[in-house]
């Protein structure tokens, strides 16, 4: 029998992970490479929702995500700082998990089915064949458009009216979601301003809210936990194909989907099964690296574009300033138009 070729994933986020498991599962020789170090905290609103949910089933990890205690999200209510939305069914459940525990338990999945985890090493070698890029989410260049940044934070202490609640305001928005261990992740997207220097307390009081503000009075009396508190930025939010990537790349790496949609984790998983039949087939000498290149992009860009699209258009009308309160009013008074934004970014 001949050997099966080994593949290297660069990247132990989720999607580099989720890519190892299953190409573990296929009996792949596969080594990641992961920059940081297990158990860490991620920007997210830790909300998984979309079709990755189905892969993790498909995966099975359902059981691993029920043990590590996750919440489950079925309704969500909107504010802005005039108006404000009752509680409403999501039209489909979502997973709420840390990433501090979602990634390290992956990560410790992927050991058990035998896979090399090279922890706290940075990848600086050339993508040749052979290496996956699942390197997250690109640095944004000088040029393109509004500057975004991502700040979040855990908390308890604090009584939701819905399992997400998402605060829009001129600066962007937060979200506040149940997340496993009876805490509330407390993650947002901010535009930087020119000059803006963005010390410890202006990120804070970035994600506590305005006075007076809907966001302020849910975050009242919540007690942060400081060590869970961290920040990104230079996000690139423009949509691109996975086709104009010279590398096999999968989740961020191809291009992030505005965070507003809850989907970039779910894209990150559903694109890390994509890859896993065109790479398990070039580990077995069935394939070549560029066709398993082109399929994979193909795939992804089948899977992705349409949601993309409707994305980009979603988030510049979210985070317009002067269309917030009318769009809170109408998601007020019509289930199909939230029905319709959130599938269609899924
Ligand atoms: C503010 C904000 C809120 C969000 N909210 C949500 C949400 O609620 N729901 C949702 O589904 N998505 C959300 N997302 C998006 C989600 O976090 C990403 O889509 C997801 O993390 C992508 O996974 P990934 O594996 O592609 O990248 P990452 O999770 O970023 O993993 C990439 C990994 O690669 C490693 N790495 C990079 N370069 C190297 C190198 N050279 N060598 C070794 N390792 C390297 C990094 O250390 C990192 O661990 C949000 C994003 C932001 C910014």
Request: glycine letters at 10%; aromatic letters at 6%; hydrophobic letters at 40%.
């Amino acid at each position: 029998m001949a050997v099966a070729r080994p593949i290297t994933i660069v990247g132990g986020g989720l999607a580099g992970l989720v890519l190892g498991i299953g190409l573990r599962r296929c009996d792949a020789p596969v080594t990641i490479w992961e920059a940081g170090n297990y158990p860490r905290h991620r920007v997210c609103g830790e909300f998984i929702s979309g079709r990755g949910q189905a892969t993790l089933a498909r995966l099975g990890m359902s059981e691993l995500i029920n043990q590590s205690g996750a919440a489950t999200a079925r309704t969500a209510a909107f504010f802005s700082a005039t108006r404000s939305t009752a509680p409403r069914p999501l039209p489909s459940a979502a997973i709420c998990l840390s990433r501090f525990t979602l990634d390290a338990a992956l990560a410790k999945h992927f050991h058990e089915l035998g896979g090399e985890l090279l922890e706290g090493k940075r990848f600086t070698g050339d993508f040749g064949e052979g290496i996956v890029r699942a390197t997250g989410r690109r640095m944004q260049t000088e040029q393109a458009g509004p500057r975004w940044f991502g700040l979040k934070i855990h908390a308890r202490n604090v009584a939701l009216t819905a399992d997400l609640e998402m605060h829009v305001s001129p600066r962007g928005y937060v979200g506040l979601c149940k997340i496993n261990g009876g805490e509330v992740n407390v993650c947002g997207l901010f535009r930087k301003r020119d000059g803006e220097n963005g010390g410890a307390n202006d990120r804070h009081e970035l994600l506590r809210g305005h006075p007076g503000s809907p966001l302020r009075q849910r975050l009242a009396k919540a007690e942060f936990d400081e060590n869970s508190f961290c920040a990104v930025a230079g996000l690139s939010l423009g949509p691109q194909p996975a086709a104009s990537r010279a590398e096999i790349c999968i989740g961020d790496a191809i291009t992030m989907i505005p965070p507003i949609t809850g989907n970039g984790m779910s894209m990150a998983f559903e694109s890390a099964e994509l890859a896993m039949v065109p790479l398990a087939a070039w580990s077995r000498g069935e394939s070549s690296w560029n066709k398993a290149r082109q399929q994979i992009a193909r795939d992804c860009d089948a899977a992705f574009a349409r949601r993309l699209a409707w994305a980009k258009w979603l988030q510049r009308i979210i985070l317009a300033p002067a269309l917030q309160s009318p769009l809170v009013g109408l998601v007020a008074r019509s289930d199909w138009l939230w029905r319709m934004a959130f599938e269609r970014t899924r």
